[in-house]
């Protein structure tokens, strides 16, 4: 298991590939692959044709239920807490992911 901030995510995957080959915001209907491509159906009716899926799409994940498909999830241990903070308090404080 790989337990990861989703920004650090997003970030990995844009310096890998770049800006623009990164799509977010997209809710997986279901897919098909084969030895070169992944063909994916949005929820939109969108198809997309890619090299590369990635399943970070929540604890009800449609990805990973049709990847696995050990059915519905487990608490695993983990919990996660997410705080916000204005413009003054994140200047003051180092806000920064850290580094590999």
């Given at each position: ?6 920004a ?17 915001s ?41 990847l ?33």
């Open positions: 298991m790989v337990a990861l901030h989703r650090r995510l997003h970030a990995m995957l844009i310096d890998a590939v770049g800006l623009g080959v990164v799509r977010t997209s809710h997986v209907a279901s897919f098909e692959q084969d030895r070169a491509t992944v063909h994916v159906a949005l929820t939109d009716r969108q198809r997309v044709k890619t090299e590369l899926l990635v399943g970070a799409d929540g604890l009800h994940s449609n990805v990973r239920a049709q696995i498909g050990d059915g519905a999830p487990a608490y695993s241990g983990y919990t996660s807490w997410l705080a916000g903070y204005g413009k003054t308090a994140a200047r003051e404080t180092d806000c920064r992911l850290p580094s590999d």
